[in-house]
């Protein structure tokens, strides 16, 4: 992804401004801040919710700055299952975080897990990105039978680290955009929720962008995994129709197999999510989607909603 640097606007001047205004007179080292009587007021919890007010304030003026304000525009990888064929760009940041749940019922048994996802990414190159990813905390709860109290266990997570490589941008043509991932997942989470050993992947993403804003996106890749020691392989796919029903507004529609590989280590794990995101301004996406299981092995309903942040260098 080609990056530049935002040029100066009015809307960026307002803000400043605003921060200027927004900041209280400083005396002696203390913040006086006049109450509702005229005279300074010095408490630590007033000043602390004066401070919160602005904080909101400028948060919401952020929010709404028209498109034109900002040149570079966010790219996710979420919320769908397919990565994105682009990186964020040399010295950028980006945050795409989310609550989820998803809930399997067998047998009486149901089995319900909220989770709050991240993936934290950073241009190394304009073509490389640095990456790290979890599901982070994890509250799961086992039901016996239904209106039983349930067993819930709490903890966190295993951290994924990998890099992005964008290695083809399409520009003209037939041709799709195409990146390559190579992950590998930490057995660094709580007991609970830890996997055995280091589980190196690869994955390959290639992207269409076709007629009418419509957009195709497969993503085939390999894991090399781990059960209690006896290490298999286990194959990944995903493939992706979107589409941009407003400047702001899409939509997306696929078909996931986060793991493929025998029953004895976990079977078959496929889903149809569906869903769409909402850029409230080129640098903030908000997102959510749904997903449903089509193998025996995978959660029978699913949903996350997520938010995303473009922090450009």
């Not at 530049?4 to 200027?20: F, M, T």
């Not at 990888?77 to 945050?95: A, M, N, Y």
């Not at 992950?183 to 390959?204: A, V």
Request: glycine residues 12%; proline residues 5%; hydrophobic residues 40%.
């Amino acid at each position: 992804m080609c990056v530049r640097d935002p040029e100066p606007n009015s809307a960026v001047g307002e803000i400043s401004e605003l921060l200027r205004r927004l900041e209280p007179a400083t005396v002696l080292g203390k913040s006086e801040i006049p109450d509702s009587l005229g005279k300074p007021n010095t408490s630590p919890i007033w000043i602390a919710m004066f401070h919160f007010r602005s904080v909101v304030l400028i948060a919401l003026t952020l929010a709404i700055v028209p498109r034109t304000a900002l040149s570079q525009s966010i790219g996710t990888d979420r919320p769908d299952f397919v990565e994105s064929s682009s990186t964020v760009g040399k010295g950028s940041v980006q945050v795409e975080g989310s609550v989820a749940f998803d809930q399997t019922e067998d047998l009486g048994t149901e089995l319900g897990n909220w989770t709050t996802p991240f993936l934290f990414r950073v241009g190394i190159a304009d073509a490389w990105e640095f990456r790290l990813e979890s599901d982070w905390f994890i509250r799961s709860t086992l039901k016996e039978g239904r209106g039983s109290a349930g067993l819930t266990t709490n903890g966190v997570s295993d951290l994924a680290v990998g890099v992005k490589w964008a290695f083809f941008a399409q520009e003209t043509g037939s041709a799709p955009a195409m990146a390559v991932l190579v992950h590998t997942d930490l057995p660094t989470g709580s007991e609970d929720f830890r996997g055995s050993g280091t589980r190196p992947s690869l994955r390959f993403v290639a992207e269409w962008a076709l007629e009418g804003d419509w957009g195709i996106g497969v993503m085939p890749g390999i894991l090399y995994d781990s059960d209690d020691g006896r290490r298999f392989m286990s194959g990944i796919f995903g493939a992706v129709v979107g589409k941009r029903l407003t400047d702001s507004l899409g939509a997306f529609v696929e078909i996931a197999f986060e793991q493929i590989t025998e029953d004895q280590h976990g079977g078959n794990v496929g889903v149809v999510n569906f869903g769409g995101t909402f850029l409230l301004n080129p640098r903030w996406q908000l997102d959510a989607a749904a997903a449903v299981g089509v193998t025996d092995q995978a959660p029978d309903v699913g949903f996350t909603l997520g938010l995303s942040g473009l922090f450009p260098r």
